[in-house]
T-cell receptor, first 115, second 115 residues
Framework: EPEVTQTPSHQVTQMGQEVILRCVPI?????FYWYRQILGQKVEFLVSFYNNEISEKSEIFDDQFSVERPDGSNFTLKIRSTKLEDSAMYFC?????????????FGEGSRLTVL | QKEVEQNSGPLSVPEGAIASLNCTYS??????FFWYRQYSGKSPELIMSIYSNGDKEDGRFTAQLNKASQYVSLLIRDSQPSDSATYLC???????????????WGLGTSLAVNP
């Protein structure tokens, strides 16, 4: 069964360092997302990406964040200068269907710990 | 502020009983509603989706939607210890183009099924 894969599964970094989280969405999917979940809190939408550009982003997704689809298969989330409050589980998701009701497929997540 | 509210629990039921999970949402334009299961430290896994008023059954799971009351529920029949997890309610907020899968999430209800 096709799946969304994410790397690394866990990354520990120092405050102020740059972090890149990588995702390989399901190959024929068209819509890509990043969500995050701080421990004990709600899952939060960060950004959606379609047709090689951001289609929507949340207030959380400020200038420190960026997304890229560099090679047609990977979908990356970069945090330029990490803060303590960026510590969270980051989930990548993808969707293939053009209709709104298409299912979102989630990766297993990347746990980011900022010290 | 668009919100999705759930009783955080924990909800404790004996094995074989019916577990009832509830969710309310604030945005009347929401069109799609989802129940996800999340085991500790893992990514959300889709259990049920529902788009129109009424009941939708899939095996031991039944989702119920009442758009007038802005209420969606999940019933789990013949609960098993393996059903013990956090159940997340998620609601789709479409963008102006109507093509985005931006999900707004509840905090989740923790379910414990006791053998």
């Amino acid at each position: 069964e096709p799946e969304v894969t994410q790397t690394p599964s866990h990354q520990v970094t120092q405050m102020g360092q740059e972090v890149i989280l990588r995702c390989v969405p399901i190959s024929n999917h068209l819509y890509f997302y990043w969500y995050r979940q701080i421990l004990g809190q709600k899952v939060e939408f960060l950004v959606s990406f379609y047709n090689n550009e951001i289609s929507e982003k949340s207030e959380i997704f400020d200038d420190q964040f960026s997304v890229e689809r560099p090679d047609g298969s990977n979908f990356t989330l970069k945090i330029r200068s990490t803060k303590l409050e960026d510590s969270a589980m980051y989930f990548c998701a993808s969707r293939g269907s053009l209709i709104l009701t298409g299912e979102l497929f989630f990766g297993e997540g990347s746990r980011l710990t900022v010290l | 502020q668009k919100e999705v509210e759930q009783n955080s629990g924990p909800l404790s039921v004996p094995e074989g009983a019916i577990a009832s999970l509830n969710c309310t949402y604030s945005d009347r334009v929401s069109q799609s509603f989802f129940w996800y299961r999340q085991y500790s430290g893992k990514s959300p896994e889709l259990i049920m989706s529902i788009y129109s008023n009424g009941d939708k059954e899939d095996g031991r799971f039944t989702a119920q939607l009442n758009k007038a009351s802005q209420y969606v529920s999940l019933l789990i029949r013949d609960s098993q210890p393996s059903d013990s997890a956090t159940y997340l309610c998620a609601v789709n907020i479409p963008n102006n183009a109507g093509n985005n899968r931006k999900l707004i999430w509840g905090l989740g209800t923790s379910l414990a099924v006791n053998p």
